[in-house]
């Protein structure tokens, strides 16, 4: 049992390993890494920034596949012990409410989270610039794409669990159209997902805290706990050698979840291994989804590694709200409730 409670389901089959005696901060590796690797299925190079959900008696997922002719889709994937994973050959086939395709042009960074009965698909998509796509399935099996929620240039879409105060929840990152050297996480509601409003700032970039201070964008859907919403988050930093995404947390306010309650000054995870420091991209670890188990905290978070493998690290409820707590320092205004 932990101290801090999860509020969620229980998940006995979740992938999980014990800390080792030799890990360095509160976020640990599956020793495995990576759990997918190069060339996963016919036509697909690379696998990364991909979501998964428990689903029947194992576990599906979306993922970010890089095709062979570079174009980024969103690829369906199953598995019993959510580490060995299989694919459709065939991208997802989204279809618009009459039920016709409604083929995005490209589509990367998929987030998958549940809000009632429905899945919800998150992605970044083309319209007429990069902005965030959105799709929902009941059965994995008919995937409809809603109308696009913001304008373009918008990143980094991730939809809270449920619905706060009747509405929707959504964070997302405001950007330009390319590698954007810039960005602050912002929150907006909606009460049907058509309509969107209530803007509100969350997090800004990183004021003394090097590793994230170019940008931040959200990562994992959040997870509802008796502290707070936590979020496992990208931080970005430049380099003369280019950027290096590491992985932050912070909590975020239960019922006002636009001012930061806590956050770490320093990052959880940040490229150290062959697989994060070596590949398409080097240096990144962009955290896209976590399974967790609310009877023993145990979390499980999947991460894009190196734009090219899938990571798997751990960590439990206790460790990281005590972790984020203990390294919390006042960042700009992220404990005001985000209005100007
Ligand atoms: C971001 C996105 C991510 C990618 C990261 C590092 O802008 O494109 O998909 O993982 O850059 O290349």
């Not at 969620?8 to 509160?26: C, H, S, Y």
């Not at 970044?124 to 913001?150: E, I, S």
Request: aromatic fraction near 14%; hydrophobic fraction near 35%.
């Amino acid at each position: 049992m932990s101290n801090v409670k999860i509020y969620g389901q229980e998940l006995a089959n979740m992938p999980w390993q014990e800390k080792p005696a030799d890990a360095v901060g509160p976020v640990w590796r599956y020793s495995k890494n990576p759990i997918i690797d190069r060339n996963p299925l016919p036509g697909v190079a690379r696998i990364f920034n991909s979501a998964v959900v428990p689903w029947e008696d194992g576990f599906i997922g979306v993922f970010r596949g890089e095709q062979v002719n570079g174009v980024p889709h969103i690829y369906l994937g199953r598995s019993k012990d959510g580490i060995h994973w299989t694919y459709d050959t065939q991208k997802i086939p989204f279809v618009n409410e009459k039920g016709e395709p409604f083929m995005p042009r490209y589509a990367y960074d998929p987030r998958l989270v549940q809000v009632e009965d429905t899945y919800y698909i998150i992605w970044c998509t083309d319209f007429y610039g990069a902005a965030l796509g959105l799709a929902k399935t009941k059965d994995f099996k008919t995937f409809v794409r809603l109308d696009n929620p913001f304008l373009p240039f918008n990143r980094n879409g991730v939809l809270f669990p449920r619905k706060l105060n009747g509405n929707f929840c959504l964070l997302s990152r405001p950007s330009d159209s390319g590698h954007t050297p810039f960005g602050d996480v912002f929150i907006s509601e909606s009460p049907d997902l058509v309509y969107w409003g209530k803007h509100k700032h969350v997090m800004t970039r990183g004021y003394n805290q090097w590793w994230q201070s170019l940008k931040i964008g959200g990562g994992a859907a959040p997870i509802e706990t008796s502290e707070g919403w936590l979020l496992f988050y990208h931080g970005v930093t430049g380099t003369c050698n280019g950027y290096v995404y590491s992985m932050g947390a912070c909590i975020l306010d239960k019922e006002e979840p636009s001012r930061v309650k806590y956050r770490s000054e320093n990052f959880v995870l940040t490229p150290e291994t062959w697989y994060e420091e070596r590949g398409f991209v080097a240096n990144v670890i962009f955290p896209v989804s976590t399974l967790c188990d609310a009877k023993t905290g145990r979390i499980a978070i999947y991460y894009g590694a190196a734009d090219s493998y899938v990571g798997l690290a751990f960590t439990t409820v206790d460790e990281i709200v005590a972790y984020v707590k203990e390294n919390h320092v006042e960042n700009g205004d992220d404990g005001q409730i985000g209005i100007m």
